[in-house]
C-alpha cells in the first residue's frame, strides 16, 4: 500500500508544538495518532492526525486531562457518523451567545443534553464555551453587557441542573462557597451540580462569600465539609487573611479554582486541602476524605 503520510516527526512538532516524546508517548498509551511508516521505518504523519495532534493539544490546554482528552478526541473522529462532536456545539454555543440569541443557544444546548451525557455538557460544553466568552472579555475583544448576558445565560443552565439533581436529605453535607470578593461563580457552580448528583446535601451560597459569615453557616449546618473556589490569587490572598476563621470549620475543608489550580500548596496555608481541577477526580478524593474521617470518628 502507497504512503500517505506527509510529515516527519521533527515537521510535526515543529507545526504543532507538541515534542516528538509526548507524540510517541501519546502513541503508546492511547493508540493514536498512528502514524505510517516509510520504507525506512520512520514515522509519517498524515493531515488527519495533525488535526488530532492539534485537537488533543488544546484539550490538554484547557485542563482536560490527557487520557480524557484521547477519548474526546476518538469520539469526535467517529462522530461524523454519530452525535456532533463538542467541540462544534461549544463553537456554536459562542456563536449564538455572541449574537445575544438566547432560543439558538436553547437549541445547542438542548442537543448536547439529547446526544451527550450530562457530565460532559457541563465539564465540557459550559465550561469550554465559558472558558472561550470570558477569555474574548479579559482581551476587551466583548463588552461586559455580553460577557454578563453569557455567564447569567451558563448560570441559569447549571442552576436548573442543580434543581433538576435532586436534594438527598440523608446524604453528607456540603457548603459550596466562592472566595471573598470573587464573582468567578461557574466552577462552584459545577461543582455543586456534579456534588448533587453524587447524592450530598448541598449548600450552594456562590459568589463573594465573607468566610465569617461562612463560618457561622457551617456552625448552623454542621456539614461534613466546606469546598470554597478562588479563582484569583486576589481572592486566595483574602482567604489567607480570614484563616482563623477558616480552622475547623468542618472536618474537611477543600479549596479549588484557578487561583489554587496555580499553586496548589496555597490550600494548605488557607488551612485545607486541595483536590485538583478535574471535578470527578476531587468528587473521588472528597468521598476517600470522608471516609478516613468517619474511620477516624469510629476509632475515637
Ligand atoms: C469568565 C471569567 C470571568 C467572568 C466571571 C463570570 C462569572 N460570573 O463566573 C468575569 C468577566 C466576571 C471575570 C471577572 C474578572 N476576572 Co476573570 N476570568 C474568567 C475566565 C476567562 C474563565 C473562568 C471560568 O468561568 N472558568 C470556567 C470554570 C468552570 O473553570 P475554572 O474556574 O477553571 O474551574 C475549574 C476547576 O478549577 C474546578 N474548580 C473550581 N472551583 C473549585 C472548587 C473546588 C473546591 C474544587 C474541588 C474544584 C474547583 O472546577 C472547574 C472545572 O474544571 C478566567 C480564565 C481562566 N482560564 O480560568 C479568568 C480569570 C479567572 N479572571 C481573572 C481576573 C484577573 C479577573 C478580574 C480581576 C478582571 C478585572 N480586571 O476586573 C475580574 C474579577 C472579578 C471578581 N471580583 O471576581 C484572572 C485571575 C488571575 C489570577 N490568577 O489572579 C483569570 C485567570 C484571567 C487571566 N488569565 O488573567 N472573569
Known amino acids: 500500500m502507497a504512503v500517505t503520510g506527509k510529515y516527519t516527526v521533527n515537521e510535526?512538532?515543529?507545526?504543532?508544538?507538541?515534542?516528538a516524546a509526548t507524540l510517541r508517548q501519546w502513541e503508546r498509551r492511547y493508540g493514536f495518532?498512528?502514524?505510517?511508516?516509510?520504507?525506512?521505518?520512520y514515522r509519517l504523519y498524515g493531515d488527519d492526525e495533525l488535526r488530532h495532534i492539534v485537537a488533543m493539544k488544546r484539550y490538554i490546554d484547557d485542563g482536560v486531562p490527557a487520557?480524557?482528552?484521547?477519548?474526546?478526541?476518538?469520539?469526535?473522529?467517529t462522530g461524523a457518523r454519530g452525535p456532533r462532536p463538542m467541540s462544534k456545539l461549544r463553537d456554536e454555543l459562542v456563536a449564538a451567545l455572541l449574537?445575544?440569541?438566547?432560543?439558538?443557544?436553547?437549541?445547542?444546548?438542548?442537543?448536547?443534553?439529547?446526544?451527550?451525557?450530562?457530565?460532559?455538557?457541563?465539564?465540557?460544553?459550559?465550561?469550554?464555551t465559558m472558558l472561550d466568552l470570558g477569555q474574548r472579555w479579559h482581551d476587551g475583544e466583548i463588552n461586559t453587557t455580553t460577557e454578563h448576558f453569557a455567564s447569567s445565560y451558563v448560570q441559569g443552565r447549571l442552576r436548573q441542573l442543580m434543581s433538576?439533581?435532586?436534594?438527598?436529605?440523608?446524604?453528607?453535607?456540603?457548603?459550596?462557597?466562592?472566595?471573598?470578593?470573587?464573582?468567578?461563580?461557574?466552577?462552584?457552580?459545577?461543582?455543586?451540580?456534579m456534588l448533587r448528583r453524587e447524592g450530598y446535601l448541598v449548600f450552594y451560597v456562590g459568589a463573594n462569600t465573607p468566610?465569617?459569615?461562612?463560618?457561622?453557616?457551617?456552625?448552623?449546618?454542621?456539614?461534613?465539609?466546606?469546598?470554597?473556589?478562588?479563582?484569583?490569587?486576589?481572592?486566595?490572598?483574602?482567604l489567607l487573611d480570614q484563616r482563623?476563621?477558616?480552622?475547623?470549620?468542618?472536618?474537611?475543608?477543600?479549596f479549588g479554582g484557578h487561583g489554587f489550580d496555580e499553586d496548589p500548596r496555597r490550600a494548605e496555608l488557607a488551612g485545607g486541602v486541595y483536590l485538583g481541577k478535574?471535578?470527578?477526580?476531587?468528587?473521588?478524593?472528597l468521598a476517600e476524605l470522608l471516609q478516613a474521617v468517619a474511620a477516624e470518628g469510629v476509632r475515637a
Do not use: W, Y
Not at 495518532?33 to 521505518?41: K, V, W, Y
Not at 445575544?100 to 469550554?128: I, K, N, W, Y
Open 33 to 41: 495518532p498512528l502514524p505510517e511508516r516509510s520504507a525506512s521505518g
Open 67 to 77: 487520557s480524557r482528552a484521547a477519548e474526546m478526541v476518538r469520539s469526535e473522529e
Open 211 to 238: 468566610v465569617a459569615d461562612l463560618a457561622a453557616m457551617a456552625r448552623d449546618v454542621q456539614p461534613a465539609a466546606v469546598m470554597v473556589s478562588a479563582s484569583s490569587l486576589d481572592s486566595v490572598q483574602f
Open 99 to 128: 449574537e445575544l440569541d438566547e432560543a439558538q443557544a436553547d437549541r445547542v444546548v438542548g442537543e448536547a443534553h439529547a446526544l451527550h451525557p450530562l457530565e460532559d455538557v457541563v465539564l465540557e460544553l459550559f465550561r469550554s
Open 244 to 254: 482563623a476563621h477558616l480552622d475547623g470549620m468542618a472536618p474537611v475543608v477543600a
Open 12 to 19: 510535526v512538532e515543529e507545526r504543532t508544538g507538541v515534542p
Open 164 to 193: 433538576l439533581s435532586g436534594t438527598n436529605r440523608h446524604g453528607p453535607r456540603v457548603i459550596v462557597a466562592c472566595a471573598p470578593h470573587d464573582q468567578h461563580e461557574i466552577g462552584a457552580m459545577m461543582l455543586a451540580v
Open 278 to 285: 478535574d471535578i470527578p477526580v476531587a468528587l473521588k478524593r
